[in-house]
């Protein structure tokens, strides 16, 4: 896909017959061409996911002259992926604009900072690492949400997708001659292990689906999992074709098991802590049923 957007061509004519007069600037220092993979605002950051829609104006400067074959802008989108440093399901991305000088009475802002958020309510996120647009654009496994604007100043919304795990959780797999386990832990503790009956017939979404029900680090120990017998109708998925997931709420973990059939077991999923709600558990079916099923 083309990424270098050629500076547009001023018409011929003009006391200078170029286009300009003398009282344009762009008639002594030109206009740099631009290039897609460098947003500077969010409506140029959708255009750079597919930038055969992308149009001169809101990108910064190509820095390689258009050789974009050897651009170290693309090489890194390819090779260094950005992570979202926080577990949850969007995120809010705010804006700051940098002005080195504040008595500054003409052009734009000298720099952007992009802070990670948790939402609008959080106001404790300038402790982290602030991104740069080139960082965002590098973002793999959320999508681009809707713009934002509040007192505060702008942003962007990113929604995760299960093309990547949440973050702080640690999936590990380990096959055996019949059978295959993953087991999810989080803050070093094992919260979930998932049995997969002989050879994975699941993708990596499945696990990383999964990754996004499990709790948080307060809630990854070995406590009993604080969910009754009771609600084991209100947390199963309903029935699809001749496969069910089983609910088995015990005194210290929840067992979700995805059979086909009558007997035919195909993964057991167990859950233990006492971060695991009836919502997360109801998740983690949701995941097991949706990926097993295709629905």
Not at 219 to 243: K, Y
């Amino acid at each position: 896909m083309p990424i270098y957007l050629r500076a547009p061509e001023a018409p011929a004519g003009g006391p200078d017959g170029k286009g300009w007069n003398r009282l344009s600037l762009n008639a002594h220092g030109g206009l740099p061409s631009q290039c897609a993979l460098r947003p500077r605002r969010w409506g140029a950051l959708l255009e750079s996911y597919d930038t055969r829609r992308a149009r001169w104006g809101g990108f910064g400067p190509c820095i390689n002259r258009g050789d974009c074959g050897d651009c170290p802008v693309r090489k890194a989108v390819q090779e260094h992926c950005t992570v979202v440093p926080v577990n949850a399901s969007r995120v809010l991305v705010r804006v700051e604009s940098i002005f080195a000088s504040p008595d500054k009475l003409f052009g734009g802002p000298d720099g952007y900072r992009l802070w990670v958020t948790a939402g609008p309510e959080d106001q404790d996120y300038r402790k982290g690492r602030p991104w740069t647009w080139d960082d965002s654009v590098r973002v793999s496994g959320w999508e681009l949400g809707r713009p934002y604007f509040d007192e505060h100043g702008e942003g962007f919304w990113l929604e995760r997708t299960t093309r990547v795990p949440a973050f702080g959780c640690v999936i590990a797999t380990r096959p055996y001659s019949s059978f295959t386990r993953h087991a999810f832990r989080v803050a070093r503790c094992q919260v979930a292990l998932l049995h997969c009956s002989g050879g994975c017939t699941h993708d990596a979404e499945l696990l990383n689906a999964l990754s996004h029900a499990c709790p948080e680090p307060d809630g990854a120990n070995e406590d009993r999992v604080p969910v009754r017998w009771t609600q084991a109708s209100e947390m199963t998925p309903p029935s699809t074709g001749g496969l069910r997931v089983h609910v088995d709420v015990r005194p210290m973990s929840v067992v979700l098991s995805v059979v086909e059939g009558h007997r035919c077991e195909r993964a057991r999923l167990s859950l233990g802590g006492s971060g695991w709600t009836v919502e997360r558990v109801r998740a983690a079916g949701a995941a097991l049923h949706s990926h097993f099923t295709g629905k």
